[in-house]
C-alpha cells in the first residue's frame, strides 16, 4: 500500500492556494521563480498559497497556469465550470492509431520493408504537407501509422551496418514528425518515449543532422516542462557537438545549429537573463545570414525568413512589453513559408501585443494566425490564454470579438 497521503489537486477538495502550491512544487519551483515567471514577488506566490491573499482576478489565474503548465485551467481553480484546456488540447482524431502505431512491438519480419528511396519520398512529401496544408495536423495523423512501422522495419531489414545507420536516421525523422503530431495531445508520456525514442535513432544514425534535431525537440520538450537545466545540458553539448562540423557542414547541420543556438536563448530568457538571450539571438541570426537565399529548413523552419520572429519570442519571454511590441511590428509573418509556423509567428505577436496592452491588436493578429493554421491556434496554450482573459474583457465589442474566437477554437459551444 502506498504510503504517499500527498493531496492530489487533480482529484482533492482543495483551496486555491493549496492547489497552487501542490502544482508548483510538482514543477520543482521555489516561490520566487515561480513569482518571477507571473511578474510577482516570491512573496506575493506565499500570500496566496497561505490565504492570506484570495484567488486573483482571470488574467492572474490565467498567466499561473500558463507557468505551471496545468493540463486544465480546473486543475488550479478547482471550479469544475471552468474545464478549459490550455496546454493540453482535445484528443485529435487520428490520435488514437498513431499513439497504436507507436506503442506497437515488432518482433519478427512480417512487414515488408520499403526501399530507403521510398521511404525518404513519404517523409518529404509528410514534411511538405504539414507546412502547406492548413490542417495538417490531421494530414500528418493520416500518414505517421505507416511511417512509423514502415521505417521501424527498415531498420530491421537493413543488410549492412551503413544501411542500417541510414534507416535508423530517416527512422530518427519519423519519430520527430510523431513528435510534432503528438504534441499538445491528452497523452504527455508518450511526447516523451518519442522524443527519447528519436534521440537513440539520432545517436544510432551517428548522423549529425539528426543528433542535432532530437537535441533540439528535446530541448523543447524540457522547457515546456520548466526544466530548463535540463534544456540547457542538451543544448549546449550538442552545440560544443556540431561546431567543430560546421566549418564543411551543408545548409541543413548549419540550419539546425542555428536553432538550436536560438533555443538555447529562448531558455535564456525563460530565466529572465536578458543579456545571454539577446546575445544567443544575435548568434544565431549570423548563422541565418550565411544560409542560402530562400533557404528554409523542413522541420526547425529555421531561416532567414523566421529569425525576426524568434526575436519577438525572445522579448516576450524576457517580458519586455515595449521591446516585444517593437519586433513584433518589425517581423514580417508573410515571408514565412509554412502555414503552421506562420500561424505561430502570429501568436507570438499576438503574445506581444498583448504584452503592451494592446488587446485588440493582439485579438486580431490571433485572427490572422486561425486564418493561416486554425490547428496551431486551437492547440496552442498561449492563444487560448488572451482569448480567455479578452472574453471576460469590460469592452463589449473587444468581448464579443474574443467570444468569436474561443468558439471557433472549440472553447465554447455555439
Not at 493531496?7 to 518571477?36: C, H, I, K, M, V
Not at 488514437?96 to 512491438?105: G, S
Request: aromatic share 6%; with cysteine.
Amino acid at each position: 500500500m502506498s504510503t504517499d497521503v500527498t493531496p492530489d489537486p487533480y482529484r482533492e477538495s482543495l483551496a486555491f492556494g493549496q492547489r497552487l502550491q501542490l502544482l508548483r512544487n510538482r514543477r520543482g519551483l521555489t516561490r520566487d521563480q515561480l513569482g518571477g515567471l507571473a511578474g510577482r514577488s516570491g512573496e506575493w506566490v506565499k500570500a496566496l498559497e497561505t490565504g492570506r491573499l484570495r484567488t486573483p482576478k482571470l488574467e492572474i489565474v490565467l498567466r499561473l497556469a500558463e507557468v505551471l503548465r496545468v493540463r486544465d485551467l480546473s486543475d488550479l481553480t478547482g471550479d469544475q465550470s471552468m474545464t478549459v484546456s490550455l496546454f493540453t488540447g482535445p484528443g485529435h482524431p487520428r490520435f488514437a492509431a498513431v499513439r497504436e502505431a507507436l506503442n506497437a512491438l515488432q518482433l519478427g519480419a512480417d512487414r515488408e520493408a520499403p526501399s530507403a528511396e521510398h521511404l525518404s519520398a513519404r517523409l518529404a512529401r509528410a514534411w511538405t504537407a504539414r507546412h502547406s496544408a492548413p490542417n495538417h495536423r490531421d494530414v500528418i495523423g493520416s500518414l505517421l501509422p505507416d511511417l512509423v512501422l514502415d521505417a521501424q522495419a527498415a531498420v530491421r531489414a537493413a543488410a549492412t551496418i551503413a544501411d542500417r545507420k541510414a534507416a535508423q536516421a530517416r527512422l530518427a525523422e519519423t519519430y520527430f514528425l510523431a513528435q510534432f503530431f503528438c504534441a499538445y495531445q491528452p497523452d504527455a508520456p508518450l511526447v516523451w518515449r518519442v522524443a527519447e525514442r528519436g534521440m537513440m535513432a539520432a545517436q544510432d544514425s551517428e548522423d549529425p543532422h539528426a543528433i542535432g534535431l532530437a537535441a533540439w525537440l528535446t530541448t523543447q520538450a524540457h522547457r515546456e516542462s520548466l526544466h530548463l537545466d535540463a534544456a540547457d545540458a542538451v543544448t549546449m553539448e550538442t552545440l560544443r557537438y556540431l561546431e567543430p562540423l560546421l566549418p564543411d557542414a551543408g545548409a541543413d547541420v548549419r540550419a539546425v545549429a542555428g536553432a538550436l543556438t536560438v533555443e538555447a536563448g529562448l531558455t535564456a530568457a525563460r530565466r529572465g537573463e536578458t543579456g545571454t538571450a539577446w546575445r544567443f539571438w544575435d548568434e544565431a541570426s549570423r548563422l541565418a545570414v550565411g544560409l542560402p537565399d530562400g533557404y528554409f529548413h523542413p522541420v526547425t523552419s529555421f531561416s532567414r525568413a523566421v529569425i525576426g520572429a524568434h526575436a519577438v519570442t525572445v522579448a516576450v519571454e524576457l517580458h519586455a512589453g515595449g521591446e516585444s511590441a517593437r519586433q513584433a511590428a518589425r517581423a514580417e509573418a508573410e515571408a514565412i513559408p509554412s502555414r503552421p509556423r506562420r500561424a505561430r509567428h502570429r501568436i507570438e505577436q499576438a503574445r506581444a501585443y498583448h504584452l503592451d496592452a494592446q488587446p485588440d491588436v493582439a485579438l486580431a493578429t490571433l485572427a490572422q494566425a486561425h486564418e493561416a493554421a486554425p490547428e496551431t491556434v486551437k492547440y496552442n496554450g498561449y492563444a487560448k490564454r488572451i482569448v480567455l482573459e479578452e472574453a471576460a474583457s469590460k469592452s463589449p465589442a473587444r468581448r464579443r470579438r474574443a467570444s468569436e474566437l474561443a468558439q471557433q477554437l472549440g472553447l465554447l459551444t455555439a
